[in-house]
């Protein structure tokens, strides 16, 4: 079992900056790749950006490449995820999970944590 938990969500105004962190714990989680994922109210859950278990890849959707970066320590067991220039669509509860395998689907990572809200106000 890995166990996920996250933090750093808040309120912002469109154009600053957040940093989400997750932690990890349970069985050996840096040989998992890790990604973050979000759901805004009343859509579906939609993949924000994953990492390689080595941290050497990772991949990202249009809609935030080049404002959102994730990173990853495996001697802290933890992610990150660092929010630049912050819209108003980029509201939602962002979600850390892990899985065997990269995946940029939801239905393919293996753990799941409860969530962190983000709001940006405009």
């Known amino acids: 079992q890995v166990q996920l938990v996250e933090s750093g969500g808040g309120l912002v105004q469109a154009g600053g900056s957040l940093r989400l962190s997750c932690a990890a714990s349970?069985?050996?989680?840096?040989?998992?790749?890790m990604g973050w994922f979000r759901q805004a109210p009343g859509k579906e859950r939609e993949f924000v950006a994953a990492i390689s278990w080595s941290g050497s890849s990772t991949y990202y959707p249009d809609s935030v490449k080049g404002r959102f970066t994730i990173s990853r320590d495996n001697a802290k067991n933890t992610v990150y995820l660092q929010m630049n220039s912050l819209k108003p669509e980029d509201t939602g509860v962002y979600y850390c999970?892990?899985?065997?395998?990269?995946?940029?689907?939801?239905?393919?990572?293996?753990?799941w944590g409860k969530g962190t809200l983000v709001t940006v106000s405009s």
């Open positions: 999970a892990a899985g065997q395998f990269l995946s940029m689907d939801s239905g393919g990572m293996d753990y």
């Open positions: 349970g069985r050996t989680v840096s040989s998992y790749a």
